[in-house]
């Protein structure tokens, strides 16, 4: 793995409340602990966001390149949690990025949880680093309504080198999964974005690793979303290099989701896919 600089700074707040894609999904805010992230996904559309994501120049211009953890984070949530909130960690980092390795944030996040716990509380990671922190997650989970969403972007580890060389190769990504829901905590396959693969195979493995209904997303493109969040550049370039121009073309992707889709109903289950999906967290029960 990279080493990557790794920095601490003081915030002003830790939740945000949220607009857009995530109010519409069911959430009321979101927590993320840091500014930048170490697993520097070609597809990340956070650096397209920019100052709307609450960036500084120096992140959109060298993202993945370092971080910037919110040393304060766990203070700032003893202040600022409430009982009836809907949280979402995070839409603009990973949680379990590599640095988090090093900063330990999470735990400290985490014991905050425990101490002043929300509504529900939903964890976005693509990070095994999340079994570091399993005893915690499962005393938070007794205490909140608590999901963790892990990201399973295709089934094919050549693909997954090209895309997202940083993250952890795909079988263990489903064992973490397995170990989440064995461990008692309600853990969703999110097949987002959606990279090249065999969608009826990426649906399979999936539905092994986990329980229940399927979440998911296409990449983002313009010619689908004309306002916000896009897929960064480099992956159009890897695309484009490597022959999945098809992937990033509407058409394209509705056919490989409904492909999912059927391949999750023939087995009882559903493959959801924008806020609606993404919403199946928002509203557990």
């Known amino acids: 793995m990279q080493q990557l600089p790794i920095y601490k700074a003081r915030a002003h707040s830790i939740l945000s409340p949220v607009s857009g894609f995530l109010k519409e999904a069911g959430f009321t805010h979101s927590l993320n602990p840091s500014r930048n992230c170490t697993f520097a996904c070609t597809y990340c559309y956070v650096p397209t966001m920019r100052i709307q994501a609450g960036l500084k120049p120096e992140d959109w211009e060298q993202w993945g390149k370092f971080t910037t953890f919110k040393e304060n984070a766990a203070e700032l949530l003893d202040r600022e949690l409430r009982a009836g909130q809907i949280l979402y960690c995070s839409p603009l980092v990973d949680p379990y990025q590599p640095a988090e390795a090093e900063a330990r944030a999470m735990p400290a996040i985490l014991e905050a949880v425990l101490r002043r716990p929300p509504r529900r509380f ?50 263990e990504r489903l064992q973490v999964m397995k170990k989440l829901s064995a461990a008692g905590i309600r853990t969703f396959a999110t097949l987002a974005p959606l990279l090249p693969c065999d969608p009826e195979r990426l649906a399979g493995l999936a539905m092994e690793a986990t329980r229940g209904d399927l979440i998911g997303d296409p990449l983002h493109v313009r010619a689908a979303k004309p306002r916000g969040a896009t897929t960064w550049q480099p992956a159009h370039r890897i695309a484009q290099v490597r022959g999945f121009e098809q992937w990033l073309d509407p058409a394209f ?33």
Do not use: K, M
Not at 132 to 160: G, H, K, Q, Y
């Open 122 to 171: 939903v964890l976005q990671t693509r990070g095994p680093l999340i079994l570091r922190d399993i005893e915690l997650l499962c005393e938070v989970s007794r205490v909140t309504i608590l999901a963790v969403s892990f990201s399973l972007t295709t089934d094919s580890e050549r693909i997954r080198r090209w895309f997202e060389p940083w993250c952890a190769p795909i079988p």
């Open 253 to 285: 992707q509705s056919g490989v989701v409904d492909r999912i889709a059927q391949s999750a109903a023939r087995a009882g289950r559903r493959f959801v896919t924008g806020p609606e999906g993404f919403g199946l967290l928002a509203d557990l029960h």
